[in-house]
């Protein structure tokens, strides 16, 4: 889980970095791929993954969470469980 400044395929940059997610197999297959923003910069601060795979993240954002609602602050922390990802890239 980390940053971002352009689009995998089937995804379109939202502005700023935005959040992503690459998953692999034990044997280094990629398994699928998300990515996800505001209009401006998103920070991943944490990520935890549980004994059935799955994710949480905990980030922050200068951008607004709630489209058409103003920041809180200089930037805003929030975490979410992350949805599956989508397959891999050609597949």
Known sequence: MATYLGG?????????????????????????????GTPLDDHVTGLAVNACGNAMVVSSTEGSLVPGSPPQGSRDAFRMRLPPPTPPFGR
């Not at 995804?11 to 791929?33: A, H, I, P, V």
């Open 8 to 36: 995998f395929p089937g995804f379109t940059n939202q502005g700023g970095s935005d959040l992503f997610e690459l998953r692999f197999s034990e044997e280094g297959r990629l398994l699928g791929t998300w990515q996800q």
